[in-house]
């Protein structure tokens, strides 16, 4: 008798790209700057009160001083539309 030879495929199942109800309904997909803000308020929090070990510190400071970078590249265009509006509601009285 000859036996069956089972193969085995190690092929990942094909996904199907997400429909717009499946994109918006996951979580994160409305982070906004203010979270953003939020986000290296914490890290700077933990890291004063000794939540990172040594070997870690380097790492999170390298995505700090990215978010940080982000954060200021932004900041200025919020800034200067924050500052705009005032003045055009002021400007429509």
Same mark, same amino acid.
């Given at each position: 008798? +000859?036996?069956?030879?089972?193969?085995?495929?190690? *092929?990942?199942? #094909?996904?199907?790209? +997400?429909?717009?109800?499946?994109?918006?309904?996951?979580?994160g997909a409305?982070?906004?700057?203010?979270?953003?803000?939020? &986000? +290296?308020?914490?890290?700077?929090?933990?890291?004063?009160?000794?939540?990172?070990?040594? $070997? *870690?510190?380097?790492? #999170?400071? #390298?995505m700090f $001083?990215? &978010?940080?970078?982000f954060l200021?590249?932004?900041?200025?265009? *919020?800034?200067? $539309? $924050?500052?705009? +509006?005032?003045?055009?509601? *002021?400007?429509?009285?």
């Amino acid at each position: 008798m +000859a036996k069956d030879k089972k193969t085995t495929s190690k *092929e990942a199942p #094909v996904q199907e790209p +997400a429909s717009d109800a499946q994109t918006q309904a996951q979580p994160g997909a409305d982070l906004s700057i203010g979270d953003l803000k939020n &986000l +290296a308020t914490i890290i700077d929090v933990a890291s004063t009160r000794g939540a990172f070990r040594a $070997n *870690e510190m380097a790492t #999170v400071g #390298v995505m700090f $001083n990215k &978010l940080s970078a982000f954060l200021a590249k932004v900041a200025p265009n *919020e800034q200067t $539309n $924050n500052a705009t +509006a005032p003045a055009t509601a *002021e400007a429509k009285k």
